[in-house]
């Protein structure tokens, strides 16, 4: 019988057509979620915000727009003695000086004797006076006689010539000697006495030309002294010198006039109103300033030569774009402000700005005139960005 073969053939063609039949079966389908996602969003942008409710509360906005603005440059400064109250006071003579009245710090009156020495130059010049005043009264005493005897006719023109050109010589030597004692320091009153009296005295007064306080004294008691040394230097402190030293590449900046603050730390910051009244026309070349001054009162004498301050010189008003202080956010050592965008979002944009001017910071670049900055809470919302980086 021919049917077991037919049997095992129609059994090998199914399993044939099985294994066809799973060789063309189509791929798995895709995950239809997978197949249907879209691109990831762009990230947001770290320095934008949109406040929530509560900090909306806090914000308050501006325009940034121009406005007239006083720059202040601010510069180191020193207190000084007022020169044109300043005396160095010294001998007019040389000597040892024997005495010394006055100290550091004492305030002194104008004639007051400060020192005494003792001179042998003064003696010797006092002598040289009293010679010339001896001389003199016999050159005249020659000279009147003189005179006398012409008239009787006992001696010849010639001779009263002579006699009389001795009288003018004496005058001339009397007079030169005279201005010697005055250069030496002696008063008419000392050398009307010395000529009355004819006693040589070597002592010498060191008195104080001006009233004021002993700011310094350089000598000793036994030291000796020239006329060119000074003994001490006397200062009126009822006004006083505030200097300071202006960069060169500021000193453009700065004219006689100016108005000007002065600060001394050393008298709790106490502030003091002022105007330039000395600009230098040099530059200084080791540190490449300029000086400026102004005078203070100095009424209670509290304010000290050497004193440490700072000066504060206001510019003339100009014209700049200006944000208020209180906008400026400082973030890793930069100036920010927030410039308001679309949708009521804010960005934190970095600035340039130059020092306060009374409460508003002049831009250098940054923002542009029209653009709206947050004015008041700008802190509160850069808080909140910070958050929303977390």
């Known amino acids: 019988m021919n049917r077991p073969p037919l049997l095992a053939l129609l059994a090998l063609t199914a399993a044939l057509g099985a294994c066809g ?7 798995p389908k895709a995950d239809s979620k997978a197949a249907t996602a879209k691109p990831a969003a762009a990230p947001a942008d770290p320095f934008v915000v949109k406040p ?3 900090t909306a509360k806090w914000l308050k906005t501006g325009t940034v727009a121009e406005t007239e603005v006083r720059e202040t440059l601010r510069v180191p400064a020193q207190v000084f003695a007022d ?12 000597g040892r000086i024997s005495d010394l009245r006055a100290v550091l710090g004492q305030n002194v009156r104008r ?3 400060l020192g005494i020495l003792n001179s042998t130059e003064l003696s010797t010049a006092q002598s040289t006076f009293l010679k010339a005043l001896s001389s003199r009264m016999l050159a005249e005493r020659a000279a009147e006689r003189a005179k006398q005897l012409f008239e009787a006719d006992v001696i010849g023109a010639a001779e009263l010539q002579r006699r009389e050109t001795e009288l003018l010589q004496a005058d001339a030597d009397l007079s030169a000697a005279h201005d010697q004692l005055k250069v030496l320091g002696m008063s008419e009153p000392n050398i009307a006495r010395l000529e009355q009296n004819r006693q040589v005295n070597s002592i010498s007064y060191i008195v104080a030309s001006l009233s004021g306080t002993v700011i310094e004294r350089r000598v000793t008691t036994g030291q000796v002294v020239q006329p060119a040394d000074a003994v001490y230097t006397v200062a009126d402190l009822s006004r006083v010198w505030v200097q300071a030293e ?7 900046l700065v004219k006689v006039g100016d108005v000007v603050k002065v600060q001394i730390p050393a008298l709790s910051n106490r502030t003091i109103d002022g105007k330039l009244v000395y600009v230098s026309n040099t530059v200084n070349v080791e540190t490449r300033t300029v000086t400026a001054r102004t ?3 100095n009424i209670e004498r509290d304010i000290r030569p050497a004193m440490l301050s700072v000066m504060l010189i206001e510019d003339r008003p100009v014209k700049r774009l200006v944000v208020p202080a209180d906008a400026v956010v400082r973030e890793n050592n930069r100036d920010h402000v927030f410039v308001k965008q679309a949708d009521e979002r804010f960005k934190l944009v ?10 508003l910071r002049p831009v250098v670049d940054g923002v542009k005139a029209g653009d709206v900055v947050v004015t008041d809470g ?4 850069n808080n909140e960005r910070k958050q929303n980086l977390q």
């Open 295 to 297: 005078e203070v009162a």
């Open 52 to 54: 929530d409710a509560e």
């Open 21 to 27: 039949d799973k060789n063309t079966a189509e791929p």
């Open 246 to 252: 202006v960069p060169e590449k500021q000193s453009e």
């Open 378 to 381: 700008a802190f509160h919302l």
């Open 350 to 359: 970095p600035v340039n700005l130059a020092p306060d001017v009374g409460g």
């Open 111 to 113: 004639g007051e004797v």
């Open 83 to 94: 020169e044109t109250r300043v005396a160095r006071i010294g001998s007019s003579v040389t």
